[in-house]
Structures are given as C-alpha cells and as structure tokens.
C-alpha cells in the first residue's frame, strides 16, 4: 500500500493526505481556483503592458472626450487598423518632433445629429493641423457614429474617472480575449518616456536626488547617456509632405468608401507632378493644378460628398489655365516695366557729343583735364 503524504494546500491552507508526490491542492475547487488566479495575473500584466502605450493613452484621451468607451471599436480588424492609424500619424509627424498632423473625427466627437462620432478606422483621418484646426466640429457627412441616446450606464465616463479607470473599462468593453490577438498582431510600442524612467528604476547610479518623472525624453536620454559614456540615443526623421499623407488616406478609405477610388487613381496622376528636385522651376500650371487638388480633396477626405473625377479635373485645369495666364501678365508687366525705366535711364545721359562740347577739349592733354570733369563723364 502506497504511502500518502501529508501537505498543506496552495490555495487554502489546509492540510492534506497527497496520493501523489506532486500534489499541491487538497481538492480540484482549490486547483481551479489557482488556475483563475493565474489567469487573472495574466490580465493583470496585459492590462498593465498596454496602458503604458502610446495607443491606449491616444484611446483613453479620446473615450474622455466622447464621455464614454463606447467609441471604442469591438472587432479585432478594426481595432488593429484603428493602431495603424495611429502610427501612421507618428511617422508623418516625425515621431512627434513636429506637429505637421493630427487624426480627426470625420463624424466629431461632439453630439451632431444625435451620435457621437466613433473611434472606427473609417471615421478617423490623418489631416494637416491647419486645416483640422480651421475644420473644427463641422460636419459634412458620412463617417461611423454611435447613438448618443442610448449609451450603456456601465461604459460612461464620470467627471471624476482617472485615467487607470478609464482602461479599465476600455478593457472591459473590447474583451481579454480580443486584446491578446491585437497585443499580438498590433504590437503596440510603449510609451517613450515610461521606457526611459523603468530603465532607471531597474538600474539606479544617480549619487544625488533628481526629479525624474518632471524631465523630458530627450533629457532623459542625455542623462542616461551621461551615465553610461554612450551617446544619446535621438533619431532624426522627415514630415511626410502633404500630397504623399492625402495619397495615403485616400487609399485607405476608399476601403471603406468605394467611391473614392477612382479618385485616387486620378489623384496619383497629379502627386506625380511634385518632385523636390524640380520643384523650383516646374511649370507654373503643374504647380496650381497641385494646389488645387490638395484643396478640393482635403474637405472630401473629411466627409464631404465625392464629386465627378471630371469635376475634380475640370477644375485644376482651370486653376492651372488661370495660373499660366496670371503668370504671363506678370512677366508682360515687369518686361513692360524695364522698358520704360531703361528709356529713362537713357533719356536722363546727356548726349555725348554735347558733353564733349561743353566741358572737354579733346585737343586738351588728358593730365591737364579737371578731376571734376572726368567724374561727370556719364560715359
């Protein structure tokens, strides 16, 4: 007969005969019950390690705004095209070393028509910050929203919600399960300056106090770089130009709207004509057939209603005929101009035989001429 030995349980406490060398719970309740407390320290560690990202800090700013986490895409596709969004903005900017761009709402966050707009890929935009800014809260169509009159109690936003409750219930409403694929798809980078401050938690050579949390990364980095003789790490980057971000965000949303692609089959016509190594002495109409696109398109990828490419068309070449003709009046008037001040520049020269009369003798030697004379020569 087999000798049981005697253990205290894991979960409980409680002493018990083990038929098993390996046994660790008394009973499978205590067994299932560490089983559930395993998985909760893996949501734990889930939560944790993406409320310290970039995204997720984007999302709760956001779900603030809106007063709520309903907002905030369910399906896994859509939250990860939602990420790439994001990061696209980040790249366009630089990594955030300029401020040339920012996303926005095609529906607005504020309540319009009674909903809300939505965080869905197909209602976010990358615009340049002027026109965003000058755009506002208007709406000119189109976009996802939600219905502002019946939102779920559960999901609202108080005045009072700090920002550790907010990811909590943004994690509540997308679900564990959905969060693990998008952790493992997405891959959401951490934030830049929480990177740099576990650095110096895990391993600490200041010799005096030093107010971490109030400095910058970049001077995070040069201390750390102070600290370990090694050079700062600061990449530098390029704003994307805008025709290259409108391209972009055309492609990308005639996914979601159809009609926007032949548009962009005749806008990639027209970005073709920008190249920074011609751009000083391009053709004038190119230039404003350019211009003009940027500025019919930009309102479009807002939500306004898609006009006729031949519109869109008709237009830049009138703006570009407009340009040329400007252009040749301008050159007519400053050739016209030089014309008339180079005739009265020689209107204003005395003759020279005159001059030669009134104030030279040529038969005079030239050492015996006046200095006075010889600087009013105009010849």
């Not at 709207?257 to 190249?275: G, H, K, N």
């Not at 309102?299 to 040749?328: F, H, K, M, R, W």
């Not at 005159?354 to 030239?366: G, K, R």
Request: hydrophobic share 40%.
């Amino acid at each position: 007969m087999a000798t049981k030995t005697r253990k205290r349980c894991k979960v409980c406490g409680d002493r018990f005969y083990a038929s098993r060398s390996t046994a660790i719970y008394c009973s499978d309740t205590c067994r299932k019950a560490a089983d559930r407390a395993k998985e909760e320290d893996k949501d734990s560690a889930l939560l944790k390690s993406l409320s310290n990202t970039g995204f997720f800090s984007y999302l709760t700013y956001q779900c603030k705004r809106a007063g709520t986490v309903e907002v905030v895409p369910t399906q896994l596709e859509s939250l990860v095209e939602l990420h790439s969004v994001y990061v696209y903005n980040n790249k366009a900017n630089a990594y955030k070393s300029e401020k040339e761009y920012e996303l926005s709402h095609i529906h607005p966050v504020k309540v319009t028509e009674g909903r809300i707009g939505s965080l869905h890929p197909s209602n976010i935009v990358v615009q340049p910050l002027k026109f965003n800014r000058s755009h506002g809260s208007k709406y000119l169509g189109g976009g996802h929203s939600i219905n502002a009159y019946r939102l779920k109690s559960e999901y609202k936003i108080d005045d009072g919600d700090d920002r550790n409750t907010i990811i909590k219930k943004i994690f509540k409403r997308i679900g564990v399960t959905t969060l693990k694929q998008f952790k493992k798809i997405a891959k959401p980078a951490t934030l830049a300056l929480i990177k740099e401050l576990a650095w110096f938690d895990r391993v600490c050579l200041l010799d005096k106090t030093i107010k971490l949390n109030e400095m910058s990364v970049v001077q995070l980095r040069e201390l750390k770089a102070s600290l370990t003789g090694t050079e700062p790490f600061n990449l530098s980057f390029s704003v994307y130009a805008h025709h290259e971000v409108l391209l972009h965000e055309l492609k990308r949303l005639s996914v979601h709207r159809p009609e926007l692609i032949p548009v962009v089959e005749w806008y990639a016509t027209i970005a073709s004509l920008y190249d920074d190594s011609v751009w000083w002495w391009n053709d004038a109409g190119d230039k404003s057939m350019f211009d003009m696109a940027l500025a019919l398109l930009q309102p479009i990828l807002a939500g306004a209603d898609t006009p006729p490419v031949a519109t869109l068309q008709l237009a830049c070449q009138n703006a570009a005929t407009a340009s040329v003709e400007a252009l040749a009046a301008e050159n007519e008037a400053k050739r016209l101009q030089a014309e008339s001040e180079n005739e009265a520049f020689w209107a204003s020269v005395p003759d020279i035989d005159n001059w030669l009369d009134s104030y030279v003798d040529i038969d005079m030697p030239l050492k015996q001429r006046t200095q006075e004379q010889i600087d009013n020569c105009p010849f």
